[in-house]
Every structure is written in C-alpha cells, then in structure tokens.
C-alpha cells in the first residue's frame, strides 16, 4: 500500500465531493476531473472509479509536494546567500519598480535562473524510471525489452563531470553563456 488507509479515505471523500460540485456546477469548466468523470459515465468500463480516485492523488501529490518542495529549497538558498538576493531585488527592481503581475515572473531572467540552480541541487523528483518496450544498445549497454530503467536525476545533478563545483550554489551555472 502506498499511502495509509485514513489518508487514502480523506483523498476518497474529497474526491466525491470534488465529483459533487462539478456535476452540480451550472457553468462546468472542462477539466481534468469532469473529463475523466464523463468517460466513466458513458459507460467506458477501462476507467473505474478507483483509477480516477488514483488519478486525483497522483496529481494531487505531484503539483502539491513538488512546488512545494521546490519553493522551499529555493527561499532557502535565497536566504542563505544574501549576495543571491541582492541580484534579484536589484533585477526586480529594476525591470519592474512599481508593481508586477503573475505573468512577469517569467521575464526575470535572474530569478529563472536561481529556481534552475536550486531545481538542480534539490530535485523534487530525484529519481524517474522507464521500462523499455523494446531491446536497444546505447553507448555500448545492452537493455533488453521490459528492463526497468532507473534514471538518478539527484546523482545527474550533482555529478562532477558534468557540472563544476557542483555541491556549491551558482545561479551563474545556468547563465545564458554557461
Ligand atoms: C517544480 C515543480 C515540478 C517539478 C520539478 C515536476 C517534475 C516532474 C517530473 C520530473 C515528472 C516526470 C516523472 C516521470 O515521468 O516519471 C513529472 C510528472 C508529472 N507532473 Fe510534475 N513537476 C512539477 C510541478 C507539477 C505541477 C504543479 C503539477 C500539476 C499541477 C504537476 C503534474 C504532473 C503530472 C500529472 C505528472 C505525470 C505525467 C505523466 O505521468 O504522464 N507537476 N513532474
């Protein structure tokens, strides 16, 4: 079992009241949810309620734990490095002195690169793996058909030969220029 019973039956009850409000919704938005909860109702039997139920939870635990997670790591490493900080309230600043909207956030290029630097040392993710459909070599290592491929995002990150320094933070790592 991945997750505790109690926690599974909390997921469950909010899902059915998720379910509720969507079906009573007089001006329903076509989401994730309300599509997966027509596909049941027209009869489709590859889609149980259990698999929407996953479905929820997956979501749920991917969009909630990893920014969360991501936001966490990143205010601390902007905390701990005041020089880090100065950078982006000076380009804050600068690029937007009076106010700024949800959208200019992704015009500050300093502070893209400081979430890209902290992603790097604190992956919310720090493994993924693939099970291969189909034999194939790369460089010389041979993965037959439904081996299992784990990929170590965390060691990735941190490896040496690829990155310098790499258990010290550097925006400038993801500099345009680098
Ligand atoms: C900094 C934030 C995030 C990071 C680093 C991140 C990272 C990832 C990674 C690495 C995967 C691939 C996992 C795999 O293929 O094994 C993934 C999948 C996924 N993420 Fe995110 N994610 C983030 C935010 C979010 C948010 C906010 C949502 C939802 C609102 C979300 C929803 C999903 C879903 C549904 C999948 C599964 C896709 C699939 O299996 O086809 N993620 N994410």
């Not at 784990?150 to 060691?155: D, E, G, R």
Request: net charge positive; with cysteine.
């Amino acid at each position: 079992r991945f997750i505790r019973k109690e926690s599974l039956a909390y997921f469950e009850h909010l899902m059915k009241k998720a379910i509720q409000v969507k079906v009573q919704d007089c001006r329903p938005r076509n989401d994730f949810l309300l599509t997966m909860v027509n596909i049941t109702k027209s009869g489709n039997k590859f889609l149980t309620k259990d698999d929407i139920l996953a479905n929820c939870i997956n979501i749920f635990l991917e969009a909630y734990s990893t920014l969360s997670d991501s936001m966490s790591f990143t205010l601390y490493l902007i905390a701990t490095h005041p020089d880090v900080q100065d950078k982006l309230f000076i380009e804050i600043k600068t690029l937007f002195p009076d106010d700024f909207s949800f959208a200019d956030i992704s015009k500050l290029p300093y502070l893209s690169m400081v979430f890209h630097e902290s992603l790097r040392m604190f992956p919310p993710f720090t493994t993924f793996n693939r099970i291969c459909n189909q034999g194939v070599t790369i460089r010389g290592s041979r993965f037959t058909r439904l081996v299992q491929v784990t990929v170590p995002l965390s060691a990735m990150h941190r490896d040496p030969d690829v990155w310098s320094d790499p258990d010290i933070f550097d925006p400038k790592k993801f500099s345009p220029k680098n």
